[in-house]
């Protein structure tokens, strides 16, 4: 693992990605600090680090494209996989050495609320170096989840759209709630485009037209016998599943004051399952 | 010592390695012949635990590739069709990378590094970024990531691609010493490097084993000889001498308009037969010029061999009694190249045990003194 974490380390260094990704969070915190922090003259470092979130829409994709598909692209995934090194070393190698490079910034915000004192800020440092941290858990199951896009493909531009998509739908899936009424019968419907996209998965993974049809045809015939028997289980339940991948009600609260540990939990539970999916999906091209 | 069981690899439908049996012993320089989609390369990513089986056990200097994936791997250097090199890097930078993963000891990463760059002789190079060299200097640079922290086992997929004629030279010199310490198993569809290198050879044809013996073995039982003679005797004269002796599954005449005729004779038996023959032409009134043998080259044994793609085949080698499935099927393919007479009962090890130096491509001269009249 840590001939893996050093090399990246050193690739991130050395390439473009690194110094931009760290650019780009310095530039737009920063801007965000002066104007909502030093124009305003507000004392709480909530609203500038709420509002950074933008930055994701480039950090993701520029950081984790490269992690596997470059791998992939120059074949040198045969180097690192007939090695007498496990899995889950290369992928937590490099995921601990993103994890890295994102540090670099947040620990440059950490720098801010000592600056914020002058202003009134003492008080409220408890709550900035928690926004911090949530900002930072944030970014961690972010880039976990890009790790685990980047290695699906091994097209730079698919996983770095793949990337951008990906921190877009978590963005403004809570307005998505709205959109799908909480009725029963709707539910239902949510949950038979579940099953087609489970069929549409299936059929990606296995290229096995009747195993995809079945699966279409067994989870939608479950839903509605489902729903034949108990219709009233299904109110609500399709906003419960789109809030699965709701990032920004998670990373929201703490801007209203409300710091949760689940919320933490929340991400924290996030950036496992990317970096498991990524090791399942290496596994699984290993045996195709 | 390796050790492949009953091998065998899906994509979906298309069968890229079927059923593939056999045993690599330690200090020999092996090589996979085969055309292209053989499931040369596929073997070879099995073996390295780079792709999984979908059937079988590979088992590398005693641990399964499969159960044990770190300690097996850590007894082999693998070098891929297409050397696993990162541009962004010095080699001196990618060579370090290699030792460090592949856990040489912090002290001695230093020195394995330039003992291999050494090897390959590439210390011209060490400090400058991978994606400035040229095809044959990259192919080196991934040849001394394989042989970085001295692995037991080498597996070579195609080493010499991309090189020209004089570093091909130098491969193969250094491939010859690393096979005296090293057990090696290379890939190549060059038939004049494996028969030059390489002391065991298996031919493989759609993913299965078609033959597993020394290159001189091969060529000297597989697919017989030919031999040309020149007399002043008429074809009706020579044709029944010829025709009653052993082995002889041929004879073609040529008229060649000056009072002479050459007849091309096809043997499928082992041995020189032109003694047999001069015996049997003097015995039976034929006087002649000139009596030449031919062997068959490693060449004409590969076109063989990988063109029987329908027929079922059989290879004589004892390590593939084991499996009495693969061995049935082995059978015939061996029969069909005219290796074995007897279907069921292979021919035991002294294929390999035999001391042979016929040069296989070499075409003898029929001694001058034998000259009739």
Redesign the interface.
């Given at each position: 693992m840590?001939?893996?974490y050093?090399?990246e380390i050193?690739?991130y260094a050395?390439?473009m990605s690194g110094p931009i990704a760290v650019a780009v969070m310095l530039l737009v915190v920063g801007y965000m600090f002066r104007y909502y922090n030093l124009s305003y003259g507000t004392a709480s470092l909530v609203y500038t680090v709420f509002n950074s979130n933008l930055i994701f829409y480039i950090v993701v994709p520029v950081l984790t494209m490269r992690t596997f598909t470059d791998e992939r692209r120059?074949?040198?995934?045969?180097?690192?996989?007939?090695?007498?090194?496990?899995l889950i070393d290369i992928v937590l190698g490099k995921y601990f050495a993103l994890i890295t490079v994102f540090a670099v910034p947040i620990l440059v915000m950490c720098i801010l609320p000592l600056i914020l004192i002058p202003l009134g800020g003492g008080e409220m440092m408890g709550t900035a170096y928690l926004s911090i941290l949530v900002f930072f858990a944030m970014g961690c199951a972010y880039l976990s989840c890009g790790m685990f896009i980047s290695s699906l493909t091994d097209n730079l531009i698919i996983s770095a759209i793949g990337g951008i998509l990906f921190v877009f739908a978590t963005m403004i899936i809570h307005n998505a709630y709205s959109m799908v009424s909480a009725s029963n019968f709707a539910s239902l419907i949510f949950f038979i485009v579940l099953a087609v996209l489970l069929g549409i998965l299936v059929y990606v993974m296995t290229?096995f037209y009747w195993a995809s049809l079945g699966v279409i045809l067994v989870c939608a015939l479950a839903a509605f016998a489902a729903f034949m028997v108990s219709p009233d289980w299904f109110g609500g339940k399709s906003e419960k599943i789109l809030s699965i991948f709701d990032f920004f009600s998670h990373f929201e609260s703490f801007a209203y004051g409300s710091f949760s540990i689940p919320d933490l939990l929340y991400f924290v539970s996030v950036s496992v399952a990317g970096v498991v999916l990524t090791i399942a999906r290496i596994q699984k091209r290993?045996?195709? | 010592m390796i050790e492949v069981r009953n091998l065998t690899k899906k994509y979906g439908d298309h069968i890229a390695v079927d059923h593939l049996s056999f045993k690599v012993d330690e200090g020999q320089v092996y090589g996979f012949l085969g055309p292209n989609g053989a499931g040369k390369s596929t073997t070879m990513n099995i073996m390295t635990g780079y792709l999984a089986a979908t059937e079988g056990d590979v088992i590398i200097n005693g641990y399964n590739i499969l159960e044990e994936p770190e300690k097996a791997k850590r007894t082999i250097g693998y070098l891929p069709e297409i050397p696993p090199l990162y541009p962004d890097m010095t080699v001196r930078e990618y060579l370090t990378f290699a030792a460090e993963l592949k856990k040489v000891p912090r002290k001695e990463v230093k020195l394995a590094v330039v003992h291999a760059m050494q090897e390959l002789s590439i210390m011209d190079v060490a400090d400058r970024l991978i994606r400035h060299l040229s095809k044959g200097y990259k192919q080196r640079v991934g040849f001394a990531q394989a042989i970085i922290g001295d692995p037991e086992t080498l597996i070579l997929d195609e080493p010499t691609v991309g090189l020209d004629p004089k570093q091909i030279i130098e491969i193969r010199e250094l491939i010859k010493s690393l096979g005296r310490r090293h057990t090696v198993i290379l890939s190549s569809h060059i038939l004049a490097e494996v028969s030059e290198i390489c002391d065991t050879v298996l031919i493989m044809s759609r993913g299965r084993l078609v033959a597993l013996d020394s290159p001189e073995n091969l060529a000297r039982k597989s697919a017989g000889a030919t031999v040309t003679i020149t007399s002043p005797a008429t074809a009706d004269e020579m044709r029944p001498v010829l025709e009653g002796l052993e082995h002889v599954t041929g004879v073609d005449f040529t008229d060649d308009g000056e009072g002479t005729v050459t007849a091309h004779v096809t043997f499928d038996g082992e041995g020189d037969p032109r003694k047999d023959i001069i015996t049997a032409l003097t015995a039976g009134g034929c006087s002649y010029y000139s009596v030449d043998v031919q062997r068959a080259s490693l060449e004409d044994i590969f076109l063989e061999l990988t063109d029987s793609e329908d027929e079922e085949y059989d290879d004589t080698d004892d390590e593939m009694t084991e499996d009495a499935e693969s061995q049935d099927r082995l059978n015939s393919v061996k029969t069909q190249a005219g290796m074995v007479s007897d279907e069921k009962e292979p021919e035991s090890s002294e294929s390999d045990s035999v001391a042979d130096t016929e040069q296989s491509e070499t075409q003898e001269e029929a001694d001058s003194g034998e000259e009739a009249e």
């Amino acid at each position: 693992m840590r001939a893996i974490y050093k090399k990246e380390i050193k690739s991130y260094a050395t390439s473009m990605s690194g110094p931009i990704a760290v650019a780009v969070m310095l530039l737009v915190v920063g801007y965000m600090f002066r104007y909502y922090n030093l124009s305003y003259g507000t004392a709480s470092l909530v609203y500038t680090v709420f509002n950074s979130n933008l930055i994701f829409y480039i950090v993701v994709p520029v950081l984790t494209m490269r992690t596997f598909t470059d791998e992939r692209r120059q074949k040198t995934d045969q180097l690192l996989l007939t090695a007498p090194v496990s899995l889950i070393d290369i992928v937590l190698g490099k995921y601990f050495a993103l994890i890295t490079v994102f540090a670099v910034p947040i620990l440059v915000m950490c720098i801010l609320p000592l600056i914020l004192i002058p202003l009134g800020g003492g008080e409220m440092m408890g709550t900035a170096y928690l926004s911090i941290l949530v900002f930072f858990a944030m970014g961690c199951a972010y880039l976990s989840c890009g790790m685990f896009i980047s290695s699906l493909t091994d097209n730079l531009i698919i996983s770095a759209i793949g990337g951008i998509l990906f921190v877009f739908a978590t963005m403004i899936i809570h307005n998505a709630y709205s959109m799908v009424s909480a009725s029963n019968f709707a539910s239902l419907i949510f949950f038979i485009v579940l099953a087609v996209l489970l069929g549409i998965l299936v059929y990606v993974m296995t290229k096995f037209y009747w195993a995809s049809l079945g699966v279409i045809l067994v989870c939608a015939l479950a839903a509605f016998a489902a729903f034949m028997v108990s219709p009233d289980w299904f109110g609500g339940k399709s906003e419960k599943i789109l809030s699965i991948f709701d990032f920004f009600s998670h990373f929201e609260s703490f801007a209203y004051g409300s710091f949760s540990i689940p919320d933490l939990l929340y991400f924290v539970s996030v950036s496992v399952a990317g970096v498991v999916l990524t090791i399942a999906r290496i596994q699984k091209r290993r045996w195709s | 010592m390796i050790e492949v069981r009953n091998l065998t690899k899906k994509y979906g439908d298309h069968i890229a390695v079927d059923h593939l049996s056999f045993k690599v012993d330690e200090g020999q320089v092996y090589g996979f012949l085969g055309p292209n989609g053989a499931g040369k390369s596929t073997t070879m990513n099995i073996m390295t635990g780079y792709l999984a089986a979908t059937e079988g056990d590979v088992i590398i200097n005693g641990y399964n590739i499969l159960e044990e994936p770190e300690k097996a791997k850590r007894t082999i250097g693998y070098l891929p069709e297409i050397p696993p090199l990162y541009p962004d890097m010095t080699v001196r930078e990618y060579l370090t990378f290699a030792a460090e993963l592949k856990k040489v000891p912090r002290k001695e990463v230093k020195l394995a590094v330039v003992h291999a760059m050494q090897e390959l002789s590439i210390m011209d190079v060490a400090d400058r970024l991978i994606r400035h060299l040229s095809k044959g200097y990259k192919q080196r640079v991934g040849f001394a990531q394989a042989i970085i922290g001295d692995p037991e086992t080498l597996i070579l997929d195609e080493p010499t691609v991309g090189l020209d004629p004089k570093q091909i030279i130098e491969i193969r010199e250094l491939i010859k010493s690393l096979g005296r310490r090293h057990t090696v198993i290379l890939s190549s569809h060059i038939l004049a490097e494996v028969s030059e290198i390489c002391d065991t050879v298996l031919i493989m044809s759609r993913g299965r084993l078609v033959a597993l013996d020394s290159p001189e073995n091969l060529a000297r039982k597989s697919a017989g000889a030919t031999v040309t003679i020149t007399s002043p005797a008429t074809a009706d004269e020579m044709r029944p001498v010829l025709e009653g002796l052993e082995h002889v599954t041929g004879v073609d005449f040529t008229d060649d308009g000056e009072g002479t005729v050459t007849a091309h004779v096809t043997f499928d038996g082992e041995g020189d037969p032109r003694k047999d023959i001069i015996t049997a032409l003097t015995a039976g009134g034929c006087s002649y010029y000139s009596v030449d043998v031919q062997r068959a080259s490693l060449e004409d044994i590969f076109l063989e061999l990988t063109d029987s793609e329908d027929e079922e085949y059989d290879d004589t080698d004892d390590e593939m009694t084991e499996d009495a499935e693969s061995q049935d099927r082995l059978n015939s393919v061996k029969t069909q190249a005219g290796m074995v007479s007897d279907e069921k009962e292979p021919e035991s090890s002294e294929s390999d045990s035999v001391a042979d130096t016929e040069q296989s491509e070499t075409q003898e001269e029929a001694d001058s003194g034998e000259e009739a009249e």
